[in-house]
């Protein structure tokens, strides 16, 4: 795997915006049509090219995003330059969540991880969707408190866990499991580097790499050009201390 991108297109072609988009998205998914279609109004639509900034943290927040073709990845980045990877998020995923509820900043910094779409909704309106529609406040809340489980994954990760078994569950997230990290993203460790996976788990280039040709060495997994290829769930799961 080659620790340089592929070159891809930087722009992606336009996406027709419908209720029916907007339904998939868990805050939105017990309106009716007409609740629907008052929201499709107000949406606003932006592509992105890959590393381009949706969000910038600490920024006064505007409204509430969310993808609608690509991926966007959630970040924190130190005093140092140093780049953290929060959360991978595909389409239907929310964020800026937190901001909009709490009144306060962006609470992460946003970039799109390839061509992407996203979707934007002003606060003001998000806010008096939650005001009339008791149901989409409890859908808030359920996502909300999903996300906060999934964050004291992470957390529990990093604290107890070594770089392989983080890298393991990684890339079980990208297959629809374990997924602290990756959020409806199933293409998240396509065309990815080991400086980007380094910055998934809290980690460095350097030890990726060897946790990557162990992981291939045991026949888990297959290291192609940019790609990984999954060769072994069980095994990987094993490595990810998920199964016995």
């Known amino acids: 795997m080659s620790d340089s ?4 297109s930087t722009r992606t072609a336009a996406v027709p915006l419908s ?11 017990g309106l009716d049509s007409r609740a629907l279609a ?3 109004r107000v949406v606003r639509r932006r592509t992105l090219a890959a590393g381009e900034t949706v969000l910038v943290e600490g920024k006064p927040c505007e409204g509430l995003y969310f993808v609608i073709q690509g991926q966007v990845r959630l970040i924190r980045r130190s005093s140092e330059g140093r780049e953290h ?3 991978v998020l595909g389409p239907g995923a929310t964020f800026n969540d937190i901001a909009v509820f ?9 970039v799109a991880a390839g061509p992407t779409t996203v979707g934007f909704i002003p606060k003001a309106n998000m806010t008096a969707l939650i005001d009339r529609h008791p149901q989409a406040a409890k859908a808030a809340l359920k996502l909300l408190s999903s996300r906060q489980r999934a964050l004291g994954g992470v957390v529990e990760d990093l604290a107890l866990r070594d770089v392989t078994t983080r890298v393991a569950r990684l890339l079980l997230g990208c297959m629809g499991q374990h997924e602290h990290i990756v959020e409806q993203a199933p293409e998240a460790c396509a065309r990815i580097t080991h400086q980007e996976i380094a910055s998934m788990v809290g980690s460095v280039r350097e030890v990726v790499q060897r946790v990557l040709k162990d992981l291939e060495r045991d026949g888990a997994i297959a290291l192609e050009r940019s790609r990984i290829r999954i060769r072994n769930q069980a095994k990987l799961e094993r490595w990810a201390h998920l199964s016995v």
Not at 19 to 29: D, K, T, V
Not at 102 to 110: F, L, Q, W
């Open 85 to 87: 990877v929060l959360r």
């Open 102 to 110: 709490d009144g306060g900043p962006n609470s992460d910094g946003a």
């Open 19 to 29: 209720g029916n988009l907007l339904a998939q998205i868990p805050y939105f998914a």
């Open 38 to 40: 008052e929201l499709e």
């Open 5 to 8: 991108k592929q070159t891809v």
